[in-house]
């Protein structure tokens, strides 16, 4: 009988050896990984399950704006701009000196400059398309996925002008506003122009066709309207108390009045709009509401801090708190919920499906690969 405890005890310390040997080796393989992900928060976010499944690291390239394009990263910095691979390697990048860089993208285009500055630089994640040299400083660039840049600028004996390039980089139009200054402009498809500008009166939306000069349609309004862009049913506007729906004439359809709101931030796409919102009283509360392109109301929720950025895409929402990035459909009901603890300044949906949240030095991509 004492044969057999001690027997029994030997067998007792042989499991208890193996499993402390083995807990050593899961600890060390942890402690491997949480290394090459960024730490201990890494490691509490695969206990937790929220899985980051790409990061991008770029120190060198700090003090400005970083995008999605296409599963690679643009960021355009103070010393210029820099593209990343979907493994978060430099693809290649282009030096300049700039003060207040500021970054486009829409689909696999993209174009980098320099607020007030005269340089643009046009893009896709492969390759620089060209690089252009405004005649007056440059106040707005945008882009769209079929590779259409819209440059905005000063323009001597007008109060603005719009350049248009195509894919390739070629000039093929330019209109000139002589009464309002122009903040933006963008293409839709490969023939309607539409700008916004900005006067005494309040703001103009001006309608035109690339093949002309002549103005199709325009809208006045007497606020401050701060971006449009063409959806599903036609056009919609943000202003600072008002989103407005229009036809593709410039006919107004719907609004939605939040003047006795603060529009915290907002997110457009053809067929979504979202307005984080917080009511101006002491302690008010905070909301996101998402809106169909042809007005109807998709949802309303309840927020306990407020939304840093957000970003519609595909049927979702995703909205960025200071620590915290979580996805919801379009009707605001929650999908996902990431922790994203590491100073997150901007969040976009990726074409995968996946969440890319960015900040000063880094981005990290959550979801699509788990």
Known sequence: ME?????????????LILLLLTVAILAAALAVRAHEEGGLKALW??????KVTDEFFFENASGGDASDMDLRLAVAA?????????????????????????????????????????TVIFFTGDKII???????PVIS?????????????EAEDYRGAVTVYNSLGTAIYRWSAGVDRILSARVSGRDSLLTLEVGRGGSRMVLLSLDSTDVQAEYEYPGLLIDACFTDSGITAVATDKAIGFSSKLEERWSVDYSGRFLECYSM???????????????????VETYSAYGEQKGVLALASPPA????????????TSDTVTLYTDAMEESAFYDCSFGAEHVSIRSDGSVLCSGTFSAYVYGAKQ
């Open 3 to 15: 044969g057999k405890k001690k027997k029994n005890r030997w067998f007792t310390k042989a499991v």
């Open 45 to 50: 976010r695969d206990i937790r399950g929220d």
């Open 78 to 118: 103070d010393s210029g701009l820099y593209v990343f691979d979907e493994t978060g390697a430099l693809a290649f990048n282009r030096l300049y000196s700039w003060s207040s860089p500021a970054l486009t993208v829409r689909g696999n285009y993209g174009a980098v400059y320099d607020i007030g500055g005269t």
């Open 130 to 136: 060209t690089e252009v040299t405004a005649e007056q």
């Open 141 to 153: 660039v945008t882009v769209n996925d079929l590779g259409y840049m819209c440059v905005s600028t």
């Open 269 to 287: 796409s053809a067929s979504t709009l979202a307005l984080g919102l917080t009511d101006y009283r002491v302690g008010g509360g905070r909301t």
């Open 309 to 320: 950025d957000m970003d519609v895409s595909g049927g979702a929402v995703a909205v960025l």
